[in-house]
């Protein structure tokens, strides 16, 4: 794996690199209900989750990359950048539900951001999000994503808002 050691306290060591067919094992037992499953990956994903297929799809497609935050081997979150000329932008961000509310969103993100803007020239950051995920809106407003009217040429799934990031304003700490 791919890995750029994360210390993020002196208690816990994460590691960050390339999603591992293990990764995408695990996601399925994270979405409980087609609602939890829909409001992180979409519209085109079906309820239960067939993770060797979805496993499959992302090891062919070549527009996202899917990423791993872990703790041990242990997947704590998981989520996909996809590199559009000069703007990165952030897809299925999730946390393992069993370790919501410690800060790993912000290492995620921090992550991806750090990964993505290593790849070139990246001005911009950009993700959807459903107007409904209300914490997840508030995560992004604390990291510093705005909310924006979507770009005419970016077509956004029904009931998302876009989110956009200037690297300027991009984490650069952990």
């Not at 704590?76 to 790993?104: D, E, Y």
Request: charged share 15%; glycine share 6%; aromatic share 10%.
């Amino acid at each position: 794996m791919d890995k750029n050691p994360l210390q993020i306290n002196s208690n816990s060591q994460f590691s960050f690199g390339k999603a591992q067919e293990s990764d995408f094992l695990t996601l399925p037992k994270w979405f409980k209900t087609p609602a939890l499953l829909r409001e992180w990956g979409g519209p085109k994903l079906n309820y239960p989750l067939n993770a060797e297929q979805f496993f499959k799809d992302n090891e062919q497609a070549t527009h996202y990359q899917s990423y791993a935050l872990k703790s041990q081997e242990h997947l704590v979150a998981f989520g996909q950048v996809n590199i559009v000329k000069q703007r990165a932008h952030l897809a299925r961000l999730c946390v393992n539900p069993s370790m919501r509310g410690q800060g790993h969103s912000k290492t995620l993100i921090h992550s991806l951001v750090r990964q993505a803007t290593s790849q070139g020239s990246i001005n911009l950051i950009s993700l959807f999000v459903y107007e409904s995920n209300h914490l997840a809106i508030r995560c992004y407003q604390k990291l510093g994503f705005i909310q924006l009217p979507a770009p005419r040429n970016i077509n956004i799934p029904e009931g998302c808002i876009y989110m956009l990031l200037h690297r300027a304003d991009a984490p650069t700490k952990q």
